[in-house]
């Protein structure tokens, strides 16, 4: 068994020195044909690594020749299917600019925007190249609004807006949890603002209202009262919108003490006319 895994090792290490051997002799070529066909070939077996590298000494020659069009499409695909996704939406993108009446213009758009959203990362890292690739597709339906990439390209729009979505509650939730409350309140006003439909509402609403309660007890006397009634128009919307709401015990807790304290408030105020 040794011996035949010995052999079978051997084999493979004289195929690739062969095949090195042999891609050695394309570079060397002065021929760029030879180079075109050669990238083609390799472009169609998947070798996506020496089709790119002959593509690349040869695209700047064929400039302006009948085989440039096809080749600067495929260079493209040769990033892309490396994973090279800013690289490809590049490329991809320049394909548009350069060969605007192509046949392969309306691929190569969506393939643009695809790189990029390939290259959105998840939803707890910073999501600037999100929006970006949420643009690209966008204008790609706008512009291709009948391609056969659409339902595609729509499919991937949910799927970055889901993930704005989770990076958004994320964020509300961290200004909680580092008791930055005003921070908080603002974050959730504007997560229910945005995503008026979202999952998350509830528990957002849950804790803007434990936020609140938790900003009135520690601010300054002359800012306590204005801030516990803050609290009941709070409880008040959340009971409205989520009745049965898992969080509805807790929530109570917090109004009740911010009535309480609001009488106290009250009390001191008929005391002090």
């Known amino acids: 068994m040794r011996r035949l895994s010995g052999n079978i090792l051997l084999i493979l290490l004289l195929v690739a020195s062969v095949s090195c051997t042999k891609f050695r ?12 066909a050669a990238a083609l070939d390799y472009y169609e077996n998947k070798d996506y690594f020496r089709s790119n590298t002959l593509l690349e000494e ?38 548009t600019e350069i060969y605007a009446r192509s046949e392969y213009v309306e691929e190569a758009a969506y393939m643009a925007a695809n790189s990029l959203y390939m290259q959105s990362p998840q939803a707890s890292l910073d999501q600037t190249s999100t929006y970006e690739a949420l ?38 939730k961290l200004y909680h949890q580092l008791r930055r409350y005003k921070a908080a309140l603002i974050a959730f006003d504007n997560f229910q603002y945005d995503y008026p439909d979202s999952k998350y509402n509830e528990e957002l609403a849950f804790l803007g209202i434990e936020t609140a309660h938790e900003l009135a007890g520690v601010s300054i006397k002359s800012k306590q009262e204005e801030r516990y009634k803050k609290v009941v128009e709070l409880y008040q919307k959340f009971i409205d919108k989520f009745p049965n709401s898992k969080f509805l ?22 005391q002090n006319p």
């Not at 917090?254 to 106290?264: A, N």
Request: avoid cysteine.
């Open 25 to 36: 002799k394309i570079q060397k070529s002065g021929d760029w044909k030879v180079k075109y």
């Open 135 to 172: 643009t690209s597709l966008q204008n790609f339906l706008n512009k291709y609004p009948y391609s056969e990439y659409a339902d595609e390209a729509d499919q991937h729009i949910n799927t970055l807006q889901v993930k704005l979505e989770k990076k958004a509650y994320e964020n509300a």
């Open 58 to 95: 040869i695209l700047p020659i064929i400039r302006g020749t009948e085989e440039a069009e096809y080749a600067n499409f495929i260079y493209g695909y040769t990033f892309y299917y490396q994973k090279q996704f800013i690289l490809s939406a590049h490329y991809f993108k320049l394909f």
């Open 249 to 270: 015990k807790e929530a109570e807790e917090y109004y009740g003490d911010s009535i309480e304290q609001l009488t106290i408030f009250a009390d001191q105020n008929n």
